[in-house]
Nanobody
Framework: QVQLVGSGGGLVQAGGSLRLSCAAS????????MGWFRQAPGKEREFAAA????????YYAESVKGRFTISRDNGKNTMYLEMNNLKPDDTAVYYC?????????????????????WGQGTQVTVSS
């Protein structure tokens, strides 16, 4: 069975930083692609960032580009999201996700419906 455990959320002031972690277990093929999505109160879940198995390709939402950095350590079966210069609009529950498939379509990685496995979510709150 594939399991994902997200952690690292917390309360920070605007301009601060946090690093989220997502530990994965199960079939390696099930997490060829890993990503982060976030959901703010009253809003739909939205894409933040994604990364492929060998880190050859990364993808970012325009709202986080230049501030967030996604990475993964395949030896530790762990994915990270380094979040810098946080803004109040970044406040949300952050979910890590995994997908066993590979796609050459950029839009594929932005759609939460394309991910098969999800972590429990970790709360990030940014105060002004």
């Amino acid at each position: 069975q594939v399991q994902l455990v997200g952690s690292g959320g917390g309360l920070v002031q605007a301009g601060g930083s946090l690093r989220l972690s997502c530990a994965a277990s199960g079939r390696a093929l099930s997490w060829y692609t890993m990503g982060w999505f976030r959901q703010a109160p009253g809003k739909e879940r939205e894409f933040a960032a994604a990364i492929t198995w060998n880190a050859g390709r990364t993808y970012y939402a325009e709202s986080v580009k230049g501030r967030f950095t996604i990475s993964r350590d395949n030896g530790k079966n762990t994915m990270y999201l380094e979040m810098n210069n946080l803004k109040p609009d970044d406040t949300a529950v952050y979910y890590c996700a995994a997908d066993p498939r590979e796609s050459y379509s950029v839009g594929y990685y932005y759609d939460s419906n394309n991910y098969d496995y999800w972590g429990q979510g970790t709360q990030v709150t940014v105060s002004s």
